[in-house]
């Protein structure tokens, strides 16, 4: 069992519809990160949490640490939303290990 | 702020040749920077930890004498995978961040392909 997983793995959507991505982790951490890459490969850090939620424009992140669970959510998707978004967690002095990704596809 | 950049973007080299990619922080002084490596349709995996003046932490099943990495300053890290092999053709990335327990900035990516 991987120490983070993400769900679902694929997820497809229609423009403005809201988006929920899931993040479970099964070992103590420090903090938790969402990343998005696109297909280029480039990778934009999103937010990074230890607690509560945080919010940024249309993205929404939140973690509850007692459950061991983060999600992110987007609302109003757009087609440029599409892109794979990765949750990663910090164990130790940065060290992050990640999550498989998800891939969003947003269709107009 | 907090661009880092990497270069080159893309490289094609041939079995046996080393490449050597920078990792540069732009617009802050960065006093970590860490490597990473993605295979296609896979997670990215750590390869090793550098701090400034000091020699890198290495992930295990990371070759050290393979994959050097010299951070020989608060704004530059290098990674040079030496007598490359097709194997080694993968998306290599690096972050850079403040300080240890600081958010960490990704670059671009550099994608090595090995003939």
């Known amino acids: 069992k991987n120490e983070v997983e993400q769900s679902p793995q694929n997820l497809t959507a229609q423009e403005g519809e809201f988006i929920t991505i899931n993040c479970s982790y099964s070992v103590g951490i420090s903090a938790l990160h969402w990343l998005q890459q696109h297909p280029g490969g480039g990778i934009v850090s999103l937010f990074m949490l230890s607690s509560g939620k945080k919010k940024h424009g249309r993205l929404i992140a939140t973690i509850n640490i007692q459950e061991k669970h983060s999600s992110l959510h987007i609302t109003a998707s757009h087609p440029r939303d599409s892109a794979v978004y990765i949750c990663?967690?910090?164990?130790?002095?940065?060290?992050?290990?990640f999550g498989e990704g998800t891939q969003l596809t947003v269709n107009p | 702020g907090a661009v880092v950049s990497q270069h080159p973007s893309w490289v094609i080299c041939k079995s046996g040749t080393s490449v050597k990619i920078e990792c540069r922080s732009l617009?802050?002084?960065?006093?970590?920077m860490f490597w990473y490596r993605q295979f296609p349709k896979q997670s990215l995996m750590l390869m090793a930890t550098?701090?400034?003046?000091?020699?890198?932490?290495?992930e295990q099943g990371v070759e050290k004498d393979k994959f050097l990495i010299n951070h020989a300053s608060l704004t530059l890290s290098t990674l040079t995978v030496t007598s490359a092999h097709p194997e080694d053709s993968s998306f290599y990335i690096c972050s850079a961040s403040k300080g240890r327990f600081d958010e960490q900035y990704f670059g671009p990516g550099t994608r090595l392909t090995v003939t």
């Open positions: 550098s701090n400034e003046g000091s020699k890198a932490t290495y």
């Open positions: 617009d802050f002084q960065a006093t970590t």
């Open positions: 990663a967690v910090d164990t130790s002095g940065s060290r992050l290990t």
